[in-house]
């Protein structure tokens, strides 16, 4: 069974870009969650998706932004971005919302912002 | 305002001792906790949760336990084993999700020496 992907890997983008990420959770699961990943704030939940509705957001500025498709996959968006932008962002697929035990994370994409 | 804390960055432990580590909260809203466990350039492995319901939860070589009094959670592995070295992210959630889903802790990242 394939793992959690997030496309891209790395990314580089300069401040006032916009940039989407993608995520495609693990076949059957319905629920995929983003996280952001800093060294000074460490990992923090920006929102969750469950059968393309958002069921939760974390205390993020609405330049962060996701949808998810009927096929589950999942793309967050993060519009005028900020050097504090730079970080690694995670997603996580699982069978159910909230099912936080069950939660299976991706590599996560690496996003620069010069 | 931080409410998940994880206070020791890092933690150095011999081979076949015991590892522990700590996480303290400050929301009396979470009833779940969680670790995870993180190698580098990957996504977190959920690794053992527990509800506040109990005090202990075990899985083999790990254990948490959680006093609700103190808002104080600690992680045991025990024997301490090389693959155990890596970053531990201690969790929270409330009930039903909350507003911000999974909480986070920044990280103790555990070094086990031969």
């Known amino acids: 069974k394939a793992g959690v992907t997030q496309t891209p890997r790395y990314l580089i983008k300069t401040r006032g870009q916009q940039v989407t990420l993608s995520c495609s959770p693990i076949?059957?699961?319905?629920?995929v969650s983003w996280y952001q990943q800093t060294p000074g704030q460490g990992l923090q939940f920006l929102f969750e998706?469950?059968?393309?509705?958002?069921?939760n957001k974390g205390n993020f500025p609405g330049r962060f932004s996701g949808r998810q498709f009927s096929n589950s996959r999942s793309e967050m968006n993060v519009s005028t971005l900020e050097l504090g932008d730079s970080a690694l962002y995670l997603c996580?697929?699982?069978?159910?919302?909230?099912?936080?035990?069950?939660?299976?994370f991706g590599p996560g994409t690496r996003l620069t912002v010069l | 305002d931080q409410q998940v804390k994880q206070n020791s960055p890092s933690l150095s432990v011999q081979e076949g001792r015991i590892s522990i580590l700590n996480c303290d909260y400050t929301?009396?809203?979470?009833?779940?906790f969680l670790w995870y466990k993180k190698y580098p350039a990957e996504g977190p492995t959920f690794l053992i949760s527990?509800?506040?319901?109990?005090d202990k939860n075990e899985d083999g070589r790990f254990t948490v336990f959680l006093n609700k009094s103190a808002k104080h959670l600690s992680l045991h592995i025990v024997p301490s084993q090389p693959g155990d070295s890596a970053v531990y992210f201690c969790?929270?959630?409330?009930?039903?999700?909350?507003?911000?889903?999974?909480?986070f802790g920044k990280g103790t990242h555990l070094i086990i020496q031969p």
């Open positions: 996580a697929s699982s069978i159910a919302a909230l099912s936080y035990n069950e939660q299976f």
């Open positions: 527990i509800s506040s319901i109990k």
């Open positions: 929301n009396s809203m979470f009833d779940y």
């Open positions: 998706y469950f059968s393309e509705t958002q069921r």
């Open positions: 076949s059957g699961h319905r629920s």
């Open positions: 969790a929270a959630s409330e009930s039903g999700g909350g507003a911000d889903g999974l909480t």
